[in-house]
């Protein structure tokens, strides 16, 4: 990664970042240079690229898919879940599974019967 330039004075290779911002400054007293102006906390670009999620109804033909409070609360305290969930292939598969107007077709033929 290349050396930034100082955001505050443009001359001075950045040292430090604004903890909110995170705007590149060289010194304390670019940094108190600054603050003079509120800033803003960085958005990370993945939040920058949300979709929108397509609507449709969550009513369920088969009852025996919905969970009860109980088998939820198993699921959430699962660590066998939890560090399925750490993995990132599987977060981003979820997410298009999440975000797919099908999600059905995303279903290995053995899981939808």
């Not at 330039?5 to 911002?21: G, M």
């Not at 705007?23 to 906390?41: D, T, V």
């Not at 979820?94 to 033929?109: F, V």
Request: glycine share 2%.
């Amino acid at each position: 990664m290349a050396p930034r330039t100082c955001e505050v004075c443009k001359e001075a290779q950045s040292k430090y970042k604004c903890p909110i911002c995170l705007a590149p400054y060289c010194s304390l007293g670019c940094f108190k240079k600054h603050k003079e102006n509120p800033c803003k906390k960085s958005v990370p670009e993945e939040e920058l690229t949300v979709q929108k999620l397509p609507e449709r109804s969550y009513q369920v033909d088969e009852p025996n898919w919905v969970v009860d409070k109980e088998q939820f609360q198993s699921i959430v305290e699962s660590s066998e879940i939890l560090g399925a969930l750490k993995d990132g292939e599987l977060r981003k598969l979820i997410q298009k599974i999440d975000s797919s107007e099908k999600p059905e077709n995303y279903l290995s033929p053995i899981h939808r019967n």
